[in-house]
């Protein structure tokens, strides 16, 4: 089965710990991207890899980091430094060539205790 | 900074009814404007992709336009079924310079329920 993927479905932290969310997409996507949504909310650009070890800030790109080094994965930290983490995060991932629709993978609701 | 904005927010209609869901944009130099479908607690699905070359995409009961002049597009939906209660989401592309694959700026949605 292609698709994407996302690990966990939900995710507990406690305040000031460090948390990283896994991407994996076996479409053969160069283009990877990463959401945020929050409640009544459409979805935010944290950051955005058009090729293998390469990435870009999105709007709201304070307080995480990414990493791009293997093309079927694109793992995203939320670090300490995010004032409001808790939010549903979604992956997405497309050919890259702004012809084609970003296709989504099933979200991990991270919840900040 | 491009904007994008549905209305209504909710909407709630009976079964068979067909259904207008509206999208605007403030900034028309884009490379597509794509509708999306969020059930709740779920990823999205992609509905319907217009290029910005183009007026309409059809699939099935849907049909989206778009009108880049003015800045808007509707999602139409015919028949509604209570199968369709979800939540509607409008994104645009928006063109940079340096081309390549940029984020989606999305709107809020609209959260529609059919009623049976």
């Known amino acids: 089965d292609g698709g994407i993927t996302q690990s966990p479905k939900y995710l507990f932290r406690k305040e000031g710990q460090n948390v990283t969310l896994s991407c994996e997409q076996n479409?053969?996507?160069?283009?990877m991207y990463w959401y945020r949504q929050d409640p009544g909310q459409g979805l935010r650009l944290i950051y955005y890899?058009?090729?293998?070890?390469?990435?870009q800030k999105g709007d709201i790109a304070e307080g995480y980091s990414v990493s791009r080094e293997k093309k079927e994965s694109f793992p995203l930290t939320v670090t300490s430094a995010q004032k409001n983490p808790t939010a549903f995060y979604l992956c997405?991932?497309?050919?890259?060539?702004?012809?084609?629709?970003?296709?989504f993978g099933p979200g991990t609701r991270l919840t900040v205790l | 900074k491009q904007e994008v904005t549905q209305i209504p927010a909710a909407l709630s209609v009976p079964e068979g009814e067909n259904l207008v869901l509206n999208c605007s944009f403030t900034d028309s130099a884009i490379y597509n404007l794509q509708w999306f479908r969020q059930d709740p607690g779920k990823g999205l699905t992609s509905l319907l992709l217009i290029q910005s070359s183009q007026r309409e995409q059809t699939s099935g009961r849907l049909n989206a336009s778009l009108d880049k002049s003015s800045g808007r597009s509707t999602l139409y939906i015919a028949a509604s079924q209570p199968g369709d209660s979800a939540t509607y989401l409008c994104?645009?592309?928006?063109?940079?310079?340096?081309?390549?694959?940029?984020?989606?700026?999305f709107g809020k949605g609209t959260h529609l329920i059919i009623q049976p």
């Open positions: 890899s058009q090729i293998v070890n390469d990435f």
């Open positions: 479409l053969n996507h160069d283009a």
């Open positions: 997405a991932s497309s050919i890259g060539d702004n012809t084609d629709t970003q296709y």
């Open positions: 994104a645009s592309l928006k063109m940079y310079s340096g081309g390549g694959a940029d984020g989606l700026t």
